[in-house]
């Protein structure tokens, strides 16, 4: 695990985008990590939290690639 880079508590949905959104902090910087949902019946939430580590390795990958979007996000897929 790179020590680098650390993730918050803090998981937004948005209904709307139907997108979660968890943080990591990179050298200080916040980098939002985001991935849209694909079934609306259940709670994304709830799912997020079941599979947390899977997200935050997936996701801390991406970042020691630079895998960042025009907006500065790193996307995943939904697992």
């Known amino acids: 695990m790179n020590q680098s ?3 918050s508590e803090r998981v937004e949905y948005d209904t709307k985008l139907r997108k979660v959104t968890f943080f990591a902090q990179v ?3 916040s980098v939002p990590c ?3 949902v694909n079934d609306d019946s259940s709670n994304p939430l709830m799912l997020f939290e079941q599979k947390r580590f899977d997200y935050e390795e997936l996701a801390e990958a991406a970042i020691e690639n ?4 025009e907006s500065g996000e790193i996307e995943l897929e939904e697992l």
């Open 34 to 36: 985001v991935y849209t």
């Open 5 to 7: 880079i650390l993730f």
């Open 66 to 69: 630079e895998n960042y979007n």
């Open 27 to 29: 050298n200080g910087l």
